[in-house]
């Protein structure tokens, strides 16, 4: 089994920049894709970014040319550099692991305007 712990949430201003960070344990042999997914308050859990183990990289259309996805397999760690943050990427944010089967707990990232 892989777990996944995600860190690096908080409250930033509008403009501002985060990077979250997600520790991968466990069974990291089997981890083939890794990625981010968010969840607003009444909103449905989306897609934020994925990249593979080839280091094939996916955004959603609301975060391209903002974020930048990537991951450090010496580390076991993925990593969501957030710049030019907005209100709307208020949400918990979920690191996951292939092809989303695996779920961390999340971590809270609220954007002040």
């Known amino acids: 089994q892989v777990q996944l712990v995600e860190s690096g949430g908080g409250l930033v201003q509008a403009g501002g920049s985060l990077r979250l960070s997600c520790a991968a344990s466990?069974?990291?042999?089997?981890?083939?894709?890794m990625g981010w997914y968010r969840q607003a308050p009444g909103k449905q859990r989306e897609l934020v970014a994925v990249i593979t183990s080839g280091g094939t990289t996916v955004y959603a259309d609301s975060v391209k040319g903002r974020f930048t996805i990537s991951r450090d397999n010496a580390k076991n760690t993925l990593y969501l550099q957030m710049n030019s943050l907005k209100p709307e990427d208020t949400a918990v944010y979920y690191c996951?692991?292939?092809?989303?089967?695996?779920w961390g707990r999340g971590t809270q990232v609220t954007v002040s305007s």
């Open positions: 996951t692991a292939n092809w989303a089967t695996t």
């Open positions: 466990g069974s990291i042999f089997s981890i083939n894709s």
